[in-house]
């Protein structure tokens, strides 16, 4: 009986090993460096997935199939030939959907400011109660941004606890010299991107993630009609939204991630369905009208 005791003890310990909660995969690119020590960008590529994909950054025990897809591209633009890097990032994030082998977008974010030090072979030292490093606290952010959005995805509001993570980020990074972290900067940037999810005004932008999610493309494997219905839905709750507030950051990404699912869905809508949707999405995401054409067009 205590062998059996101590075996599930150890299986009860192992078990955070095969349950972290990223998958990342990493890039880091250097096409302007072409002269440079490659050898460094390959040890930090690795030393960021390794701190990524090694850490714990929500409370959900999940299995090695249910862990966050995303991806890091890091491209370094300028390098001082020691330990200051000036780089830019494109960062996407992912979930499955239900009954299908398809994987839905649902961050796809650019960051121009991800410039940092580091120096070869150093540890990725993180805290969330202080400001160790910018390499690290840029890491941590998307990494609860990530799961705050995916947790949004699966629970209304689901996501909080992370953003609220990711806010404390923001203000430990107050002082900090890097670009990216202060509300003065610009309104595109890591200040204003946790501003919006923890502002109650874009609180629609959040339910309609999950509202999408689960019960829109989540639902479509086995009732197309009733997920398509679901999502057709959406719209008069998005169109809500003031429209000063339409150029936001989190409307924005929202968008980015979802204009050409809501095409897809949609272009099998009822002809007045179709045009009614073209001219909601149209008005409150003007930034991508063209792709919303299809709509319209498709009654022709």
Same mark, same amino acid.
């Given at each position: ?12 310990f ?6 972290? /909660?990223? $998958? ?9 460096? @072409? +002269? =440079?020590? !490659?050898?460094?960008?390959? &040890? ?24 966050? /897809?995303? $991806? ?9 030939? @020691? +330990? =200051?890097f !000036?780089?830019?990032?494109? &960062?996407?994030?992912?979930r ?24 070869e ?23 609860y ?33 890097n ?16 501003e ?39 719209l ?65």
């Amino acid at each position: 009986m205590r062998r059996n005791f101590l075996l599930l003890a150890i299986l009860l310990f192992a078990l955070p090993v095969f349950s972290q /909660d990223l $998958n990342a995969r990493v890039q880091v690119l250097a096409p302007q460096l @072409s +002269n =440079s020590n !490659k050898r460094v960008f390959d &040890i930090l590529e690795t030393s960021i997935r390794d701190f990524l994909n090694s850490r714990r950054w929500s409370t959900d025990v999940l299995q090695s199939q249910e862990r966050i /897809d995303c $991806n890091f591209v890091i491209t370094i633009n300028d390098w001082d030939g @020691s +330990n =200051s890097f !000036k780089a830019e990032a494109q &960062i996407q994030s992912s979930r499955p959907i239900y009954g299908t082998t398809y994987n839905s977008t649902i961050l796809n974010i650019s960051d121009k400011d991800f410039n940092f030090n580091y120096t070869e072979g150093q540890p990725l030292d993180y805290t969330d109660q202080n400001y160790i490093s910018n390499l690290t606290s840029l890491l941590a952010y998307y990494a609860y941004v990530i799961t705050g959005l995916d947790n949004d995805t699966f629970s209304k509001m689901g996501g909080t606890p992370y953003y609220n993570k990711a806010q404390s980020i923001v203000n430990f990074a107050q002082n900090a010299p890097n670009a990216g972290w202060k509300a003065f900067e610009g309104l595109r940037n890591r200040y204003w991107l946790t501003e919006n999810l923890l502002n109650k005004t874009y609180n629609p932008i959040r339910e309609a993630l999950y509202e999408f999610h689960l019960n829109g493309l989540d639902v479509m494997a086995d009732n197309q009609s009733k997920g398509r219905k679901n999502i057709y839905s959406l719209l008069p709750q998005l169109q809500k939204i003031d429209k000063q507030k339409q150029g936001a950051m989190l409307p924005q990404l929202f968008f980015t991630a979802k204009y050409d699912e809501f095409v897809n869905v949609l272009i099998n809508a009822a002809p007045q369905d179709k045009i009614k949707a073209y001219n909601i999405l149209s008005e409150i995401d003007p930034a991508n009208t063209s792709k919303y054409e299809a709509l319209k067009k498709a009654q022709q």
